[in-house]
Nanobody, 115 residues
Framework: QVQLVESGGGTVQAGGSLTLSCAASVSISSINRMEWHRQAPGKQREFVASIRSGGFTTYVDSVKGRFTASRDHDKNMMYLQMNSLKPEDTAVYYC?????????WGQGTQVTVSS
């Protein structure tokens, strides 16, 4: 069983920055793909960013150029650096890990961007 714990959420003004962290209970070298997703009130959960073996990253268009996903293999951590935050980035952010045919989710961390 893989456990993921997100942290780093909070309230920030528009234009500000936050860095989210996701701690994995296993070596992230064993994880095929790690992702960030978010769910705003009244909306479906949406993909935000992913980082794969080798460090290859992908992003949803709405965050390109503002968000950066990264990993630290020594600490078994994944990060999401979020800059130039907008009110529409307000959501609960979730970490997801994909290992073979299984996936695992964290409990989420709230990000609120005030205008």
């Amino acid at each position: 069983q893989v456990q993921l714990v997100e942290s780093g959420g909070g309230t920030v003004q528009a234009g500000g920055s936050l860095t989210l962290s996701c701690a994995a209970s296993v070596s992230i070298s064993s994880i095929n793909r790690m992702e960030w997703h978010r769910q705003a009130p009244g909306k479906q959960r949406e993909f935000v960013a992913s980082i794969r073996s080798g460090g290859f990253t992908t992003y949803v268009d709405s965050v390109k150029g503002r968000f950066t996903a990264s990993r630290d293999h020594d600490k078994n951590m994944m990060y999401l650096q979020m800059n130039s935050l907008k009110p529409e980035d307000t959501a609960v952010y979730y970490c997801r890990a994909v290992i073979s045919d299984s996936d695992y989710w964290g409990q989420g961390t709230q990000v609120t961007v005030s205008s």
